[in-house]
Every structure is written in structure tokens, then in C-alpha cells.
């Protein structure tokens, strides 16, 4: 299998890749714009930060696996790969410290404004009064919006710092919520009005797009901490700024709304990082994160190799159309299922799944095939009576 790697990964796990008898090419300095150009004959792309876009999906003519070396997908055109037949896997869990550090780095930064009184003295101004007057995190509230793995990593460590936690999550419930030894909050305007600090640990969506606006902000107490270590198209920018300016909020900030793909780049608004605490999305970039996603890479590629279904694979229908299913017991001989599947087209009907498993010794099998319509008596009498065909049913 060829293997275009267009982002930084360990030479351990390349080295890996070529043992499992891939043919590995580098490419770090690939870009969203060259992408197209590059993909060639690979049949799996391994990206970071790059952008992949219909026209590399549309160039990549051999492409049959995009892996997302990290957690979230929305830098890849799903729709796109999806209609084609591309499997999309990602590492998830995998950088969840490192986020989670980072994170907490941002919001004891804000607390003691950190990288102002640096600016400060590295401009040569000694402001101790001034810097001297910070309000201390133990025994505030910390709410964090998105708790997944990243988000209850984020409340431990808060916890650890004697600070409650109140948070709110589409899946989090009273119960859930107690048992994380968290205050349970019904909307995410309720952790704006509880908390002190918000950590926002969700991923982008259209529901999660500009969640935090500026009618979010208003609810959020004057001089309060906002941390976004996710997705910045969570955020208003512009309804940030405001509040930055007439509600003294403190942000912290690793990521942004369009912010540049590569590694290297120009930052277009000078403006927000002057407001803000900001560092450029290195959220997910510690030794110890980038060891264990290379790792996952690898093992997403193995599992794809050695059964044609890929680890961790994110745009595979859940659930299908409908849920009739063929059983089918038989004699595990040459051609059996090729002619029940001849009567199923025969039928106008499609196989959305099918699994067939060998009974030991070998001589008998059971297929069972998803179907997006049931069959009718006379198809399945003509299965049942069909050569090696022990029984058929639906379920």
C-alpha cells in the first residue's frame, strides 16, 4: 500500500508502516493548495493539520483511506469522502493531556495574567503592583462546556486544583454528573452564569458554530475566564472582542476562526492577540501526544491491511436505512452466496452489510445480510430451495 504522509509524523511510526510492507512517502511541507497535486497514487493519506478538500479527494484516484492523525475531522471534506467510498479515521483520545495541560497552562495564564506582565518586563516595565492582583483559582468555578475525554481530563485537573466544576454536555446527565464529582448544568448559558472560568471542549459542528456569542458572553460574570482549546468556530470572534473590551473577560485561546492550515503562516488579527492570551493550535503538540497518535496511525493502518476495515473509522453509516435482515445457514461450498446474492438483485433489493462466519471444522457457514428492503416470499422460497442453502430467514 502507498502511504502519503503530509504532516510531521515519528520516524518510529514510518518505520513501522514500511514494516508492515507499506511504501511510505513524507511530505510535511504539503499544503491544503498542493495537496491535489501530490496525491498521486496513494491509497492512504495521513494528515495533521492539512486541509484535505473535494479536489484532493476528486485527484486521489487510488485513495481508499484518509487518516486524521489526531481527533477532530472538520479540516476534511467528509461529504466528499464519503460519496466516493473513502473510509476517514481519526486517533481519538489520544492527545487528550496534552489538550488538557494546555488548557489549564491557558487558565492559570489568565488568572495571573502571565503573558502581559512578560510583554511588560520584556519591554522593560516592572508593574509588581499591578500584576500583584490576581483573584487565585482555588474555590472558583470552573465550567466546562464538551466533556469527552478532553473535557473530564480537563475537570480532574481543575479538581486538583481545589476548584469546583460545573459542566454542561449533550450526553451528560444528573447521574453522569455526579459520578464525575461535577455540578450538573442544563444549557450552556447556565455554565456561563455559574462559573468563573468556561473551558470549551467541543467539537465543530453546525449546532456548536458561534455557541459562545455575545448573548452567551452576557451571561458570563464581568472579568471571567474564557479558555477555548477545541474548535474557534465555537466562538463569535467579534462578540468576544466586545466583551474582552466593556466586560474585562479574560481569554485564553489556542485556536481560531479561520486560522492559517500550516505550520508556518501569517496571523491575520494582530488584534485578538493583543486582547487575548494566544498560542498557534499547539494544543495537541507534546512529545508524549505525538508518540501515541503515530502509534494509532499505525495500528488504524494494520487493522485496515489485514481485514479491510479500518480502526477509529468516522463516516461508516451507524445504523442502516432499514433493519431487515437475511439469515442464511449453509454448506460452506463455492458459489452459494454468489447466487443469493443474484436473487437479491434479481429482487431490486441492495446489501447494506454482510458478514459470514466459518463454524469449525469447515463445513457449514452463517451469512447474515443487512438489506435496505425485505424480501418477498417467493425470493426467499427460491434462497431456501437454492443448491447448499441449509436454511434461510429474516429477522
Known sequence: MNVLIADKLSDGAVARLTALGCQVEMNPDLTAESLPEAIGDAEILVVRSTKVSAATIQRGESLSLIIRAGAGVNTIDLAEASRRGIHVANTPGKNTDAVAELAIGHLIAADRRIVAANRDLAGGEWKKKEYGQARGLKGRTLGVIGLGAIGKATALRAQALQMKVVGWSRSLTPETAAALGIGYCETPGDVAVLADAVSLHLAATAETTHLVDAAFLAKMKDGAILINCARGEVVDTAALKAAIRNKGIRAGLDVFENEPAGGVAEFADAELAGLANCTPHIGAST???????????????????????????????????????????????????????????????????????????????????????????????????????IAAMLK
Open 287 to 389: 512529545d508524549q501526544a505525538a508518540e501515541a497518535v503515530a502509534e494509532e496511525v499505525v495500528h488504524i493502518v494494520e487493522t485496515y491491511k489485514f481485514t479491510g476495515i479500518p480502526a477509529n473509522t468516522v463516516n461508516i453509516q451507524e445504523k442502516p436505512v432499514e433493519t431487515t435482515n437475511l439469515v442464511v445457514r449453509h454448506y460452506n461450498r463455492v458459489g452459494v452466496l454468489a447466487r443469493v446474492l443474484e436473487v437479491i438483485r434479481t429482487a431490486g433489493i441492495n446489501v447494506q452489510q454482510i458478514e459470514n462466519h466459518i463454524f469449525a471444522g469447515g463445513a457449514a457457514a452463517s451469512c447474515t445480510l443487512t438489506l435496505d428492503h425485505a424480501l418477498e416470499p417467493e425470493a426467499l422460497a427460491k434462497i431456501k430451495t437454492a443448491e447448499h442453502v
